[in-house]
DNA sequence: AATGAATGAGACTTCATTCAT
DNA sequence: CATGAATGAAGTCTCATTCAT
């Protein structure tokens, strides 16, 4: 499956330090990478489909591995942001600040990003299966900055009464599953991902979360 | 990672058609597929970690992918019942059956399942991402029965006003997003899937499907 | 070049451990690397010449380097012997021991060695000055016990007033020099190697090594 | 190994006609070419250790094997000299010349010969063995002039009745052997050349070569 | 049935060389 | 003239699969 426009003007962004023809080897392994895993791929079809040199290949991105590396970065780099939502930051802090809003805004922001990077999300995942070190890489993202961010954030909702008093863990494993699900869905078959699909999935996350 | 005992017993059960040897093939290609993926495992290394030699793969399992059918096809088969639990069976028709016992029992079930098969699991979820022949199967399993068993009791369940008239489509999502992320925090994030762990994750799946 | 038969007769003794297959492979790459150098040389080339599948060089050799090791050990153990020749052990402690018959038995004995494993010289030649992993090798072989067992019985010779006073190293030089400068023509620039050039040589080394 | 200030002014004069970009590939072949040998080397590394960009190799020496030709050239031609020592030419035909005195400056200059061109004498050793243009260089630098020279000088000595009554290649070979180990010795096995060894060399071929 | 040696296509990668800039 | 990106042939090595024993 090719690359929609959208993706492609995204993706134009996310690899601005390389060189057009480097662009067309990231854009045909995206491709071909979201489509049979990086293990079933061979560096020659991607140069074949990027209309380049294999060469090129090893030339910019050392070797086969390096390419998808160079690949998934950013989007690793951006799943578990370190700062939320300027709205959130900036009324999370105030009386007014309803679980709703903030679920809402969380989950609506994930799925946008999830859903911009659809073909790298679809390699993250499978090498997140396959790979111990990009399982560490995940980890090690999750835990550095977002973490803290976030219990941060839901240790004031809690204290506000507006939010379930579970683990941490449990809380975030629920708003994660819930966006993980719609976007697996919408990536893997062919679920819509409009919104009303999506306010159910945010409205059911609400109130799960909401004490009873 | 071996297989813990469990899974061997498990899975003693699933592969009952096949002589010792053959078991001992299977044994070995489930830990390596699950560890590092269907296309990065050589049959030279089951055959090894099986302790047989390597033609005996082919004169059973015909190939590489036969093998992987063999150990993917009694999970797939069993995934998506047709038939749910009899304790649900037999109460969901009577008018006290409630939305809380009705997700209880499903989640509870679904759990046990993945738990006992964790390593296939991870396999058949690996190649979900990376198979479009694997990915039609798991949508065929789906759609087959388990779709109208499932949306005939949940029509009772809304029927009697204890669910949330969603789509059917996000019903279920709910369901089984919830499920996944439990299990897949447990497989490959090291995430406990004790007593607390599960209750927390049926009690939001009962809280999102309840109507407000 | 092929080999000789003679050396084909030689090389069966050394690698009496390898199936005929894997001889076939030995006796090609011996030729190949002898001719061109070990890093000029493909595998394909060798597997040609062998007439067998490229793939059998790896599944027996490892790899290419594995496949040089294999042809270059066996010589490289017997280079520098840790015992001498049984007739000079049995009269070198014996007051009519002359250095003429010492160094004759002793050259000889070297000459058969290096001519009966011509090719196999060349090869360890050649990687002795390019490959740093091998000169440490010879170092070793050599250091390890040849050193003791030549320096005590040249230190026989000296004290007996039949050989000259010099270092160990500048005696074992000069013995080494013309035993390799001879074989180095025999087997680079074609010249003899008559039993009148040798005892021209072994003669220069008896009138080298005696005292004025 | 990077090479001496020694070598360095030295090959200053060899490589006089080539721009100081030129020189530096040169200077940077040379190092990588004595060190792992010239299959072993790519045109990236010697471009890169020289701080130029690869295309530069090919625009003054066309191809790799240019490089190598320019390199080892200079030293080829001098290897073996059309003419002796203005010393020896001076004082061969008068009666009084010894073999001592001959040998004597004969030796130390090739040995200062050698050791001022030691990388490149490593480069050339090297091809010599692994190829047959540069052996049939070799012989024919060698047959071309220095024959006849050294010939017509030792017959001089062997009429005078100072030289050993052998034929010029057991002559020769002698010579050289005893000059290649001791050059050999130091390039390869840090052996030392220092006054004391060189004389128990010389003095060596002298007594090697004369008659008894 | 079982073995594992053998095969050869094809994978990843290197590298001498060219050529547009 | 200088650069180094680009090329693609060729190299090393892997691996699913076959088949003689």
Redesign the pocket.
Known sequence: MANSTDDMLHQAQLFNDF????KLIIIAAIDVFAEKGYAA?????IAARAG?????????F????GLLNAIITPVLDQMFPAELDDFIKSRLNQDYMSLETFLTVLIQDRITFLQSNAQIIKIVLSELLNDTQVRKRVINNFTAQYWQTMTHDLTVLKQRGVLVDWPFEDILRAIWSTTSGLILGFLYFNQPLDAETVNHSISATIKALSPK
Not at 19 to 22: D, E, G, H, I
Not at 62 to 65: G, I, L, P, S
């Open positions: 060189t057009a023809k480097q791929t061979s560096t020659k079809e380049v040199a294999e060469g090129n290949i090893y030339s910019r050392t070797n086969k591995r």
